[in-house]
């Protein structure tokens, strides 16, 4: 308790500020960057959640950070972390076998060992695998979006989040997972898919200056496979997807993709799932 009120502290005075401005971005070989790192101190009772939030509040009205700072991070803790428990303790034990979208893949194999092609996939996966930890957006919009776009059973995805990352206590980690990353539960913790193309990794991240795939892509030998699964993912729940309103913008975007270039995008969706959920490796000439 006394090293994660320390921690606590350090978060405090170091990266507090500027959490606001940056807590959605994302930097290679940056893992840390302005998140607290609490988690797993809070989630094993070792740091009391409104302690956090009083030394938070604090923060702000002593003008140490700056409202967005400190009201985006209260809300995750008091609001968000909050939602989840109520979640997991209203619909377990049923809420773990929920699969909304029928997904039924396995889980790529390189989520054990780091090595794909994809360079925001690999330093997502690589950090977690050595550090276990990522932050929020890693794996919600990296590892999370990869798997809901390929068709990974949730149980699988659910699995695997447990398994390596050290504050995934399963009433916190569960409905994260199934339900906010996976959409798992057809809505019930979220409401839509968090369906973004590589588009949305190019923004938030440096990651697509260093990858091979281009992020405007969806078909051909360098087409990200996130935009590619990403197209394939909308036609394939199109049905289901256009009675949400929310998602009913990026489903009518699907009206703009001609037949020959449905086709070619199913083409290689079915061979990145062909290949264990990688895409094919790019052949080189000697």
Known sequence: PEEATRALDDFIVHRLPRFGEFQDAMWHDEPWLFHSRLAAAMNLKLLDPRAVIAATEAAYRDGRVPLA????????VLGWREYVRGIYWRFMPGYLERNALDAQEALPRFYWDGDTEMACLRDAVGQTLR???????????VTGLYAMLLGVHPARVH??????????????????????????????????????????????????????????????????????????FLMRHESSLRGNQRMALQVRNIERIDADERAAIRARAAAIRAGGGAPPRALTLL
């Open 69 to 76: 700072a400190a009201e985006g991070f209260i809300r995750q």
């Open 131 to 141: 550090l276990g930890y990522a932050h929020h957006i890693q794996r919600l919009m």
């Open 159 to 232: 699995e695997w989040y447990l398994a390596v990352y050290v504050d995934a206590v399963e009433w916190v980690e569960l409905p994260n997972t199934l339900g906010m990353s996976q959409y798992g539960d057809g809505g019930v913790m979220a409401s839509k898919p968090y369906a973004a193309t590589g588009k949305y990794i190019q923004r938030m991240s440096d990651h697509c200056t260093r990858c091979r795939f281009d992020p405007a892509k969806s078909v051909g030998e360098d087409a990200c496979p996130f935009t590619t699964l990403y197209w394939d």
